[in-house]
Nanobody, 122 residues
Framework: VQLVESGGGLVQAGGSLRLSCLAS????????MGWFRQAPGKEREFVAA????????HYADSVKGRFTISRDNAKNTVYLHMISLKPEDTAVYYC????????????????WGQGTQVTVSS
């Protein structure tokens, strides 16, 4: 399984970014996909998850209303569209795959990407 994130970068507060994660080596349409993030000195935390169908989505309270997770099963890709970014959103963002339902804990996700850096300047 390989998950490759892209789309990170440096953005000013209030700006937006769209992260992408291209998956290979798995039957993508059968997996729940998630986004997590890890800031320096902090534990990795849940951001968002989406069911295999795209019909069920979960979000961390800190990103509700600002971040949107979506997926394109034909392209084996999951996205995270982020708007109204804040300096506290600065972190490495990881894509992950789970063969369970729509879950939110790191231990429920068996495959991980290498991460993409998002930096929000004030």
């Amino acid at each position: 399984v390989q998950l490759v994130e892209s789309g990170g970068g440096l953005v000013q507060a209030g700006g937006s970014l769209r992260l992408s994660c291209l998956a290979s080596g798995l039957t993508f349409r059968m997996y729940t996909m998630g986004w997590f993030r890890q800031a320096p000195g902090k534990e990795r935390e849940f951001v968002a998850a989406i069911s295999w169908s795209g019909l069920t989505k979960h979000y961390a309270d800190s990103v509700k209303g600002r971040f949107t997770i979506s997926r394109d099963n034909a392209k084996n890709t999951v996205y995270l569209h982020m708007i109204s970014l804040k300096p506290e959103d600065t972190a490495v963002y990881y894509c992950a795959a789970s063969d369970q339902g729509v879950v939110e804990t790191t231990s429920d996700f068996g495959s991980w990407g290498q991460g993409t850096q998002v930096t929000v300047s004030s």
